[in-house]
């Protein structure tokens, strides 16, 4: 009877052992199926006149938009560059300032993502340690612009990467809950409406590089493309795949909380916590400057790492979206590098 008895509970306990490890297999697969889906990314090029959307390779990022791949270190190699000639400041018109007022009274542009989510603070209590720029003709600034959408909305701040590129955060550029974009963008690079002056403005958006499905705030960024080449006049940041704690960086943007956003102010801090896709910095921002670079210095010139999707209004606690994983990512991910 007992050895009747061992028997069943041996037979029991390698049926429980069997049903758990096939359960573990299951788990297993299944967050191999979620990593996978995670980074199951494909890029596309959306043509503002076609209306398609269609894959990018890895020669076109390098022939068109002068980025290359640098698949062992997984990062972007793209070098700052200065404008072609010397910059100089263009007045506004009466007209275009007054548009302009009217449109930053209009448009409030918002953080819908935010990592981590944490409540307003009581600003009052932390110190702001954004100040103006004196001169936003100065490289490299001049790379940083403020946006305007169809019907002269203000969409938030966006900045030069490349020949034809311009980078912001994607929730900029929606324009509406059906995953439609703005058919027409207006740049104002180097904006200062105090002075009524911009160094370079362009409205000849031919189309936008991005993820085709939005599943969370890490697909919260968005190329622009130009149809024609606007470094010789803009200037670029350089892109480059760093990040790690403590790395000191800085912003540059348009915040509406200060001076209506009519003015590009500046912070530097640090990375406080480097992830692989995103990381928080101890930068402050405010409505209007979603899209804004977050970079670091070299002799060389600036190099940015980071594109300003969501901040903790009131503190010095921004998100940013790391701007090489989503693309190189890709590349690799797809076989192409």
Not at 2 to 8: A, N, P, T, V
Not at 258 to 276: F, P
Request: with cysteine; glycine share 8%.
């Amino acid at each position: 009877m007992l050895k009747k008895m061992s028997r069943i509970k041996g037979i029991l306990l390698a049926a429980v052992l069997i049903l758990l490890f096939a359960g573990m297999g299951v788990s297993a697969s299944a967050k191999s199926e979620r990593e996978e889906t995670t980074y199951e990314k494909k890029l596309v090029y959306y043509d503002i006149k076609t209306k398609k959307e269609t894959p990018l390779s890895k020669s076109d990022l390098k022939r068109e938009f002068s980025i290359d791949i640098d698949a062992e270190n997984s990062s972007i190699i793209s070098k700052p560059q200065k404008a072609a000639k010397e910059i100089s400041s263009k007045k506004l018109t009466p007209e275009e300032k007054s548009k302009l007022i009217n449109a930053n009274k209009e448009a409030s542009p918002l953080f819908p993502f935010s990592f981590p989510i944490l409540p307003q603070v009581n600003a009052a209590a932390i110190p702001d340690i954004r100040t103006p720029v004196s001169n936003p003709n100065s490289f490299p600034y001049y790379c940083v612009a403020k946006i305007y959408g169809e019907h002269d909305q203000w969409l938030g701040t966006g900045f030069a990467v490349g020949k034809r590129l311009l980078a912001t955060a994607r929730h900029c550029i929606d324009k509406d809950a059906n995953g439609n974009f703005h058919n027409t963008v207006t740049a104002y690079f180097g904006y200062d409406l105090n002075q009524s002056i911009y160094s370079y403005r362009t409205s000849d958006l031919a189309g936008y590089i991005y993820y085709p499905t939005v599943s969370s705030h890490l697909d919260d960024w968005i190329f622009l493309v130009w149809g024609s080449d606007t470094v010789q006049n803009t200037g670029c940041f350089g892109m480059d795949g760093a990040g790690r704690n403590q790395l000191g960086v800085s912003t540059a943007g348009y915040p509406q909380d200060l001076q209506d956003g009519n003015r590009m102010y500046k912070c530097s801090g640090v990375i406080t916590a480097c992830r692989s896709w995103d990381f928080t910095c101890s930068l402050r921002a405010s409505h209007g400057q979603s899209g804004s670079p977050v970079y670091y210095n070299t002799s060389g010139g600036p190099y940015a790492i980071g594109i300003l999707t969501s901040a903790v209004i009131g503190s010095n606690i921004v998100d940013a979206r790391r701007i090489d994983s989503g693309l190189v990512g890709w590349l690799r991910d797809s076989g192409h590098a």
